[in-house]
């Protein structure tokens, strides 16, 4: 089982271009996360969704939008890349109680 | 909205020492996790802790869920160059589906 993949690994914008991140996980979960990690700032929540057809803001989701295709896959997407947006992004499911990341995206935006 | 702290923010420890670190909310938590995350890695589940008072144990690694439900610890016995890292606490409030985390507290194992 490979878990929470996600794709790409690494990705360099310049401003005002458009991109989607991708997130699929084999773990059968029904919520999942995007998150983007910043120095000294932790994680911070951009959007979830708790099931599949739905999607709620988190604490930081302007500039964002998500789609749940379906139970595995969950994107997101930048309209109009910023460079305040250059961040890691990880993407998570979650079980029971716990969640489990995958190996993150680290994004440019210049 | 909910806020997590964290202190330290950073610790630099001699290896074989122990390590004590913890999280604290304005708000009340049902459910405390404790994640580490290695350079270039997604955060790692270490323990999961579900009522107020419980301890638990990993190895090493033991979390306890405070009393009050607004904060939680975590102490490392024995450190070892491995522990190296950063450790997030997260906790999930009244929103089943919403975990918070922690700014993080990063670790530095001296041989």
């Known amino acids: 089982n490979a878990g929470v993949t996600q794709t790409p690994k690494f990705q360099v914008l310049k401003t005002g271009q458009s991109m989607t991140l991708q997130c699929a996980q084999d773990m059968n979960h029904n919520s999942m996360y995007w998150y983007r990690q910043d120095p000294g700032m932790g994680l911070r929540l951009i959007y979830y969704?708790?099931?599949?057809?739905?999607?709620d803001k988190g604490e930081v989701p302007n500039g964002y939008n998500v789609s749940r295709l379906n139970k595995r896959e969950f994107s997101l997407r930048l309209e109009s890349a910023a460079p305040s947006q250059t961040s890691v992004y990880f993407c998570?499911?979650?079980?029971?109680?716990?969640?489990?990341f995958g190996p993150g995206t680290r994004l440019t935006v210049t | 909205g909910q806020q997590l702290n964290q202190s330290p923010q950073s610790m630099f420890i001699q290896e074989g020492e122990d390590v004590s670190m913890n999280c604290t909310s304005s708000?009340?938590?049902?459910?405390w996790l404790w994640y580490k995350q290695d350079p270039g890695e997604g955060p790692v589940l270490l323990i999961a802790?579900?009522?107020?008072?419980e301890l638990t144990s990993n190895g090493r690694l033991t979390a306890q869920f405070g009393i009050t439900r607004k904060d939680s610890f975590l102490n490392i016995s024995a450190s070892i160059p491995s522990d190296v890292g950063i450790y997030f606490c997260a906790g999930r409030g009244a929103s089943y589906d919403k975990v918070i985390f922690g700014p993080g507290t990063s670790l530095s194992v001296i041989p």
């Open positions: 969704s708790a099931s599949e057809g739905t999607t």
């Open positions: 708000s009340i938590f049902n459910t």
């Open positions: 998570a499911t979650k079980g029971l109680y716990e969640q489990y």
């Open positions: 802790l579900y009522k107020a008072g």
